[in-house]
């Protein structure tokens, strides 16, 4: 099951630095109107995260982490069916150096990758400045199909979100929120 990517190949997630007990990521289309939310709960042992459209009250996507506290997590990504979709597994140990995941099919097999840049901008964002902004590259079935590059702002991190290379629709719309939602949530820790 493949959808198509909504209207616009360019979006805006952001996540507000500020946000009483827990988190809050949106996600924008280019004229700034709100595509989708999530308001994430501080201290739950095992993530489960909820997206919901722009009412902020219909879910349109569930991310489920495997197991509580996973250093090397992998989180299932399903629509409110109960479809699963795939699956993102981060790379616990190289995510230290430089942020790596890997993009799962249904059955769990490696079909893509989502990789910080380069391993020497990674080493000058964790042990000189995190005030250089982080970009990855979204590869799947080999072929790069979308980028995402962070903004600077130190009270709001956003990422501009680009699919216009995804031109054979292999990067579904949800995995592509699922992926951008689980930077902003998990890799955002490390700031």
Sequence with gaps: MSTALAPTNKLLARKKIFSFLGSEFEIFDQNGSLLYFVKQKAFKLKEAITVFDQSKTNPVLFIQARRWRDFSGTYDVSLPDGTKIGALKREGLRSMFRDSWKILDTNDNIIGS??????????????????????????????????????????????????????????????????????????????
């Design 114 to 191: 989502i990789d910080e840049d380069s391993m020497l901008m990674a080493m000058v964002r964790r042990f000189l400045s995190n005030l250089v902004p982080q970009h990855f590259d979204i590869v799947l079935h080999g072929e790069l199909v979308a980028e995402f590059d962070q903004h600077f702002n130190p009270f709001v991190a956003k990422f501009d979100l680009d699919f216009s290379k995804n031109v054979n629709n292999q990067l579904q719309h949800e995995m592509g929120i699922a992926i951008a939602i689980l930077l902003l949530a998990i890799e955002g820790r490390q700031e």
